[in-house]
């Protein structure tokens, strides 16, 4: 699994695919095939046919449920099912709802048999799991039907010994209301009626217990001709005997329960809940607290409310609740005195003084579990940070929830909860709450841009959505639209909004302000630490402003996995800042930013693994190539690493904002994160900044000129890696040379002739290849650069071996790894190392293939790369094959092809049909390996890969006589023979060892 990506699936109600808490949108039969396997983690093909179809599936069946297979794994962003010999099963990392119900419902029983009343809530998170109906969603069939009952049995099981346990500890009022649900729906099922009965009865409603047990008696009688069961006559008996189920322990005379309802609607925040729930078996050992912090209007107070009603059962002697936000003062020993009071206390025994009240409320609280929750203390005149401590808990078993606006340094928490906005499902949960399902299912899109608008803020979304309410005529998206352009003033929506952010931002120094509205202003979604410093001119002003920013909430963390941390301004704090003039944006402020960008990325750039093209010259300076960094430590590589992932984002925006008027940022911003964009994701991104800055590079003057050139060669390094494109590619990489030496950039000079020569390798043009490749030898003769040399022996001894001249190939990959084992160039030399396995394999040399495998493989430093790790598996795939391991091949192959496809590398995909072909001769599967070669040489033939198309014909012909068929082998021979003369047509008259190597010092820098 990606790292970083959680993928979660739940089927004990309605089946959801997450990733990342985002549903994944799924059809109906794909979402039953995702259940069936989640169930068991595992499925063999036939039994998701029965699953699927019943007992008879019609023939195609097996071709869909491939289909419905590939249809989850193309819709999920991240690995969740993984076919096994025979069939499939969930990738270890996925999470599974059943699984965690296993977890819920053991540790249930545990707590209840030792009678410890945490069991209650174990019980009721694992019957909220189940729902009321599970498989929500899933076509019935015989198989559906009889795991749809087995759930059913256990849910109603699971509540039995929830009443029970209730019962057993006196706590029987916690789920009268659940009961009644229950039998209403059950109205036969007789263990929850006896239940229910007992239930009543030990809550003083006995009147009541009587009355359902005569309803029930009649209803047996009636509809089933059959008298109540020995369990609900018993249940019957009890009530009339009075009362048996034993009272509390633990209570005192007084206990107060003063937190207010749940509010209405209350969505999402698992995982804050989690960890707060987690947390309270601290309180055995300390008194614990816990710290919500967050902007105003992301609902602190309702996490801490619905927090402190689920944990209801963990403190059996009370709940105080404090409102500090809503008085004008603070006044400690008066909120004591209320406590005291609340704790029972006679009004005339309270203390007089705050210490000797506080000292009371610390005795009070000793041995007792109680929970206080102090909503809104933040900095109020008339009470000091001492004196708020006064309210905490001071002994083990009680634990104090805390909500402020602001960091409190005096506070010292056990647990600090950082309340953020909600993500997209909450959000729109939240606007199904007020609006309705069906309004939000048909106006999807709009609800989703209005979640986006607004930031996921809780109020923000409670003020809109009842706005919306009003308004059934005027569409969601129309309502963002408003919002969105109004800036926080012109509609009483927003207006609202700003006033609850006005009090926080009169807080915050002036200065610190100034430097909010500018980054507010800048094109950019997140920023890193340092764009603050950058606009001031002063990274140590910058670090201030940051730090009080943070501490009022105003900007949020942003973390990404494999990146350095960012900030954000929450969507509504950037609205209140800009105002209605959001498309106002500070050219020279953008400037000051990227100038500040370029300078720290040159390091980082240096010690980046992808290396080939040479990094940009400062504006300004004369065209040099300066020198690269040696061999860069582990952490180095992964902080370069980590230092593009992060800013590429950045870089892409500013460059499309800067290119009409600073066009020397524009183009060396896009060259300088190039090697990072490399066959990544946001490619295509980057190929269109690409796109718009190079309509700014037309004018003559040296440097536009000198931009051109550049952004020409990496445009040609990513069409020829990415898509594929080789004449294109090739075409566009050897202008873009030619302009290079016009200017004496000597160094991207040779890296755009490495480009042009694996472009013209690819549609099989020697001659052109071998041609390019002179053309560096020229340009590397007035340089000292250990990566390009390196780069230029990859591509010499790839010709040798596309043209089966195996010892030269060999001494010139050989050669490419002695030149790049010193240089920060990794890529580079796992590429070498790649190549060089390859060729030992082909030589026969299978042991020594597989050891450079393993060492290129060693090379990813942890990290993926999938353009590449799809290419090192295929490789793996090839010597399980040539060592005969069937099942070892096959899973290689096809796990190559999972790579492909998400590198979205066609080449790679067509490869990789041909080591799947082979592992399938071994498994004795002839007909599929044929489909695999025909399809491979169709696609290789499709991408112009002539001498690929070769490989795979060659194979296919072999194939062909070992089934038998000879003909059919003669022709995929000829064909074979047609390729490779094609390919042969284009080839130079050179002495087949290449030419001498030169001797580059492989130190650099």
């Not at 809940?273 to 055995?284: C, F, K, Y």
């Not at 402020?404 to 950082?418: G, T």
Request: with cysteine.
């Amino acid at each position: 699994m990606a790292r970083g990506r959680r993928v979660e699936v739940a089927v004990l109600a309605t089946v959801v695919l997450h990733v990342d808490d985002e549903p994944v949108r799924l059809s109906g039969l794909e979402r039953a095939v995702l259940a069936r396997i989640a169930l068991t983690r595992s499925a063999t093909a036939a039994s998701l046919l029965t699953w699927l179809y019943g007992e008879d599936p019609p023939a195609s069946a097996p071709n869909r449920v491939q289909a419905l297979i590939s249809g989850i794994r193309r819709k999920c962003s991240a690995p969740v099912i993984e076919t096994t010999p025979g069939g499939y099963r969930l990738v270890p990392d996925v999470q599974v709802d059943v699984e965690r119900l296993a977890v819920l419902r053991d540790r249930a029983r545990e707590l209840a048999a030792v009678a410890d009343p945490a069991c209650l809530r174990s019980f009721r998170e694992a019957s909220t799991l189940l729902g009321d109906e599970s498989l929500q969603d899933v076509p019935s069939t015989a198989a559906v039907e009889i795991e749809r009952s087995r759930l059913d049995a256990e849910r109603l099981a699971l509540w039995e010994e929830h009443a029970a346990a209730a019962l057993a500890l006196g706590r029987a009022d916690q789920v009268v209301a659940d009961l009644a649900t229950l039998t209403a729906r059950h109205p036969f099922h007789e263990a929850l009626l006896a239940q229910y009965v007992l239930v009543l009865a030990s809550t003083g409603q006995q009147e009541r217990a009587l009355g359902v047990y005569r309803e029930a008696y009649d209803r047996l009688d009636s509809e089933l001709g059959v008298e109540p069961s020995a369990r609900l006559r018993e249940a019957h008996a009890e009530v009339l005997r009075g009362p048996q189920v034993p009272a509390p322990a633990g209570r005192v005379a007084h206990v107060p329960r003063t937190l207010p309802r749940r509010a209405p609607g209350f969505v999402g925040r698992d995982e804050e809940i989690d960890r707060i729930v987690g947390a309270v078996a601290q309180v055995d050992d300390a008194p614990l607290v816990v710290h919500l912090t967050g902007l105003a209007g992301m609902g602190k107070s309702a996490l801490a409310v619905e927090v402190g009603q689920r944990l209801r059962d963990d403190f059996p002697d009370g709940s105080l609740h404090l409102e500090a936000g809503s008085a004008p003062a603070l006044e400690v020993g008066a909120v004591l005195a209320t406590f005291l009071r609340l704790l029972g206390v006679h009004p005339d025994a309270v203390p007089g003084g705050t210490a000797e009240r506080a000292a009371l409320y610390r005795s009070l609280l000793d041995e007792r579990r109680v929970l206080v929750v102090l909503d809104g203390v933040d900095a109020h005149a008339g009470a000091t940070s001492s004196e708020l401590s006064l309210l905490l808990p001071a002994s083990p078993g009680s634990m104090a929830i805390v909500c402020s606006r602001y960091d409190l340094a005096w506070l010292q928490p056990d647990l600090h909860v950082q309340v953020g906005p909600l993500s997209g499902t909450s959000g729109r949960a939240l606007l199904a709450g007020v609006l309705g399902d069906d309004r939000i299912r048909a106006d999807h899109d709009g609800a989703d841009r209005l979640v986006s608008t607004l930031g996921g803020m809780p109020l923000a979304l409670r003020l809109a959505a009842g706005r919306a309410r009003q308004r059934p005529d005027v569409g969601l998206s129309r309502l963002a639209e408003r919002l969105s352009s109004g800036g926080l003033g012109t509609d009483d929506v927003a207006a609202a909004l700003a006033t609850s952010l006005s009090d926080v931002w009169e807080r915050v120094p002036e200065s610190v302000q100034e430097v909010a509205r500018r980054v507010a202003r800048l094109p950019v979604a997140t920023f890193s630490a340092w764009v603050p410093g950058a606009l001031l001119g002063d990274d140590a002003a910058g670090e201030h402003a940051i730090d009080a920013l943070c501490a009022a909430h105003l900007v949020e963390p942003v973390r990404r996995s494999g990146q350095t941390p960012q900030f954000r301004l929450h969507d509504v704090v950037a609205r209140f800042l800009v105002g209605s003039h959001d498309d106002d944006v500070d050219v020279a402020d953008v400037a000051l930013v990227a100038e500040q960008l370029l300078a720290r990325a040159v390091v980082p750039y240096r010690d980046h693994p992808t290396q080939l093209v040479p990094v940009p010259p400062a504006p300004g300076r004369a065209v040099g190539d300066g020198p690269r960094r040696g061999t860069p430590a582990l952490q180095e590589r992964e902080s370069a690493v980590a230092f593009f992932a992060t800013e590429n984002a950045t870089a892409r925006t500013l460059a499309r904002t800067l290119a009409p008027v600073r066009a020397d940022l524009a183009w060396r911003l896009l060259a300088i994160t190039a090697p990072a964009h490399h066959v990544s994701p946001s490619e295509g991104d980057w190929l269109d900044a690409l796109d718009v800055v190079e309509k700014h590079l037309d004018a003559m003057d040296g440097d536009r000129r000198l931009g051109a050139a550049h952004l020409d060669l990496c445009r040609a390094w990513h069409l020829q890696s990415r898509a594929s494109s080789s004449e294109p590619a090739r075409a566009l990489a050897d202008a873009a040379r030619r302009r290079l030496v016009e200017q004496g950039a000597h160094a991207p000079a040779t890296a755009a002739a490495v480009v042009a020569a694996s472009s013209a390798l690819s549609v099989g043009r020697r001659d052109l290849a071998e041609a390019d490749l002179a053309g560096a030898d020229e340009s590397l003769d007035h340089l000292d650069d250990a990566v390009l040399a390196g780069w230029v022996e990859i591509m010499r001894g790839t010709v040798h071996h596309d043209y089966d001249e195996l010892d030269a190939a060999a001494g010139a990959f050989t050669r490419a790894r002695e030149l790049l084992a010193a240089t920060a160039a990794r890529g580079a030399f796992r590429q070498a190392t790649l190549e060089l396995s390859r060729t030992c394999r082909r030589r026969g040399s299978i042991d020594a293939a597989e050891a450079l495998i393993v060492e290129a493989l060693e090379l990813f430093d942890g990290g993926v790369d999938d353009h590449v790790h799809g290419y090192v598996v295929d490789a793996r795939a090839e010597v399980a094959v040539a060592h005969g391991q069937a099942t070892e091949a096959f899973e290689r192959a096809q796990e190559a092809r999972a790579w492909a496809r998400r590198a979205r590398d066609a080449f790679l995909a067509a490869r990789s049909r041909r080591s799947l072909a082979g592992a399938l001769r071994l498994l004795g599967r002839l007909e599929e390996a044929e489909s695999e070669l025909v399809a491979s040489v169709e696609e290789l033939t499709a991408l112009g890969r002539t001498l690929s198309a070769a490989a795979s014909l060659r194979d296919l012909a072999v194939l062909l006589e070992l089934m038998g068929r000879p003909d059919d082998a003669g022709e995929a021979s000829r064909r074979e023979r047609e390729a490779r003369a094609a390919a042969r047509l284009h080839r130079s008259r050179v002495d087949p060892t290449g030419p001498t190597p030169r001797a580059v010092p492989s130190g650099s820098s």
